[in-house]
């Protein structure tokens, strides 16, 4: 038999003894595919077995079991790893309002504030870096700045008046 004939014969009764199994038919789809793919990568050896399917079969079952066991361990990872998890608050209003703002700047300006501050990069290292003058950086974080400021500016507390 051909591989072809093999994979149209018993691609469709693989894939469901491998859904029974996962419960998941898209995991099943994938590991009799992988199967099939490592035959074919073998198929003169493969064909010359007694029962080529057999062969396909244990490997589509041996991912399978793979598959389960990495799966399992990584949720017990995850759960062991919940466990000793502290609540992390979410962020500040502030560090919100920053991430939003820092959003509006241009490209190459946004670049050069989180290259200056946050990498803590020296002015002529991010010259280097974007293959710019330092006075060009310069002016980008000071545009920058300026941009921040404004926006970040608080609103000024409006004062009652008061008739006397």
């Keep these: 038999m051909s591989f072809d004939e ?13 859904y ?3 419960g998941d038919r898209q995991e099943a789809q994938d590991v009799v595919q992988e199967a099939f793919c490592r035959a074919l990568a073998r198929w003169p050896a493969v064909a010359a077995y007694d029962d080529p399917v057999a062969w396909v079969r244990r490997v589509a079952w041996n991912l399978a079991v793979s598959k389960w066991r990495r799966a399992r361990t990584a949720l017990s990872f995850l759960h062991r790893q919940r466990a000793d998890d502290h609540h992390v608050d979410g962020p500040s209003p502030e560090r919100v309002a920053l991430v939003t703002a820092l959003a509006t700047l241009p490209d190459k300006q946004r670049r050069a504030m989180v290259l200056h501050y946050l990498a803590d990069m020296t002015v002529a290292e991010i010259a280097d870096r974007e293959g710019v003058a330092e006075g060009t950086v310069k002016s980008w974080l000071h545009r920058a700045r300026a941009a921040l400021a404004a926006q970040l500016r608080p609103e000024p507390a409006t004062a009652e008046v008061r008739d006397v």
């Design 6 to 18: 093999v994979y149209a014969a018993h691609y469709a009764d693989l894939t469901v003894q491998l």
């Design 20 to 22: 029974a199994y996962f």
